[in-house]
């Protein structure tokens, strides 16, 4: 079946410290893929996202590329800040619709 | 626009009890979905609708959970009874079109107590 599988948190890191989140999915068809973030007491927010495969989807500093070969959404940033911190989820939607399968949410702990 | 609304924000309730959970989407979207949050299970879809109308409800736990949306601006997560297990974060949300890219917008959350 549709899955996502996202690396264990938490992660915790410096400010300018380069981050990466990874991110693989099985699926039967073609999914669009995407990274929601969640701060603290509040609900999702979609960060980004990209609909086939080599897209890039990209906002606020971060990144993640769309890879058919590798099944992987892996999450970027070059340098975060303690303003990142926040639980991120990796999502996809199985292929046909908006149905979203999410992984487990990865705990990101920046540190000044 | 206010984005989804959902209320309580918080609720404690005992065990047997009648819980329900309130939810407006964004004006205009005609997607709504239901989702519970926990620290065991994550994310999980309990049930989403499409103009009103019930699409799929493969993810509502068992028959204490009941789901309804009365019109395009306001819908209900009702669970009765209530047991020590639903303790959770119930988010809402809705989305414009039935697209596969289209943008969840998610609610606060209400976080539910069973003691």
């Known amino acids: 079946g549709n899955s996502v599988t996202q690396m264990e948190g938490p992660v915790t890191l410096s400010e300018e410290a380069f981050l990466t989140i990874n991110c693989t999915y099985t699926a039967t068809g073609y999914p669009s893929l995407f990274w929601y973030v969640q701060y603290p007491g509040e609900g999702l927010q979609l960060l980004l996202k990209?609909?086939?495969?080599?897209d890039k989807g990209s906002n606020k500093g971060f990144e993640a590329t769309y890879r058919k070969e590798t099944t992987s959404f892996h999450l970027e940033k070059g340098s975060v800040q303690v303003s990142d911190s926040a639980v991120y989820f990796c999502?996809?939607?199985?292929?046909?619709?908006?149905?979203?399968?999410f992984g487990t949410g990865t705990l990101l702990a920046v540190q000044p | 626009d206010a984005g989804v609304i959902q209320s309580p924000r918080h609720e404690v309730t005992e065990m047997g009890q009648e819980v329900t959970l309130r939810c407006k989407p964004i004006?205009?979207?005609?997607?709504l979905f239901w989702y519970r949050q926990t620290m065991m299970r994550g994310l999980e879809l309990l049930i989403y609708?499409?103009?009103?109308?019930?699409?799929?409800d493969s993810g509502m736990p068992e028959d204490r959970f009941s789901a309804k949306m009365p019109n395009a601006s306001f819908s209900t997560l009702k669970i009765q009874p209530s047991e020590p297990r639903d303790s959770a974060v119930y988010f809402c949300?809705?989305?414009?079109?039935?697209?596969?890219?289209?943008?969840?917008?998610f609610g606060p959350g209400t976080r539910l107590t069973v003691l």
């Open positions: 949300a809705s989305s414009f079109h039935s697209t596969s890219t289209d943008t969840q917008y």
């Open positions: 999502a996809q939607n199985g292929g046909a619709t908006n149905k979203l399968i």
């Open positions: 004006s205009g979207h005609d997607y």
């Open positions: 609708f499409n103009n009103n109308v019930p699409i799929d």
């Open positions: 990209a609909t086939k495969a080599d």
